[in-house]
């Protein structure tokens, strides 16, 4: 049992780039998170699903694109990277609290 | 969006002292949490508060949901060195596909 698992652990991508960052729970949870978390700051949702088939818009989704492939896994797409989405990503899936992935870091040059 | 006001930012205490960090917000949650972070790694949930004015403790940690529902407050006795690491606060309306609005985070510092 695994929990949440994130790829990669690190990435470092050219302005205009493109990349999907992966996440899997095998925890069987109907809802999953994608938050950015920036220094000296609280992690902020960007997009979330609450069950496989289904995607919303959280507080910062500008700039991303999510895909819920099916219950399992929820990754997320940058189309275009800019350098102010260098940040780390977590993915979190929940059943009654929300359990977090180890994480992302994303440089954008 | 919500805004959740944690402090403080930091602390740097000595081993054995106990640790207060409190959370603050101009709206009304339904559910409160604490995460701590390690570094390199994602949060993990401490305690979790569905109350108002529920007080709850998990080993050394305390954390109680304020009455107003607009508040909540962490407590750590008798500090060791690996309670170093970083302590959010997290607010959940429950009403919005669940969502988590968080603090900026107590980075906590323990000097043996």
């Known amino acids: 049992n695994a929990g949440v698992t994130q790829t990669p652990k690190f990435q470092v991508l050219k302005t205009g780039q493109s990349m999907t960052l992966q996440c899997a729970q095998d925890m069987n949870h109907n809802s999953m998170y994608w938050y950015r978390q920036d220094p000296g700051m609280g992690l902020r949702l960007i997009y979330y699903s609450a069950s496989e088939g289904t995607t919303d818009k959280g507080e910062v989704p500008n700039g991303y694109n999510v895909s819920r492939l099916n219950k399992r896994e929820f990754s997320l797409r940058l189309e275009s990277a800019a350098p102010s989405q260098t940040s780390v990503y977590f993915c979190a899936s929940e059943s009654y609290e929300q359990y977090f992935g180890p994480g992302t870091r994303l440089t954008v040059t | 969006g919500q805004q959740l006001n944690q402090s403080p930012q930091s602390m740097f205490i000595q081993e054995g002292e106990d640790v207060s960090m409190n959370c603050t917000s101009s709206s009304i949650f339904n559910t409160w949490l604490w995460y701590k972070q390690d570094p390199g790694e994602g949060p993990v949930l401490l305690i979790a508060?569905?109350?108002?004015?529920e007080l709850t403790s998990n080993g050394r940690l305390t954390a109680q949901f304020g009455t107003t529902r607009k508040d909540s407050f962490l407590n750590i006795s008798a500090s060791i060195p690996s309670d170093v690491g970083i302590y959010f606060c997290a607010g959940q309306v429950n009403n919005a596909g669940n969502m988590l609005t968080f603090g900026g985070g107590t980075r906590l510092m323990v000097k043996p």
């Open positions: 508060l569905y109350k108002a004015g």
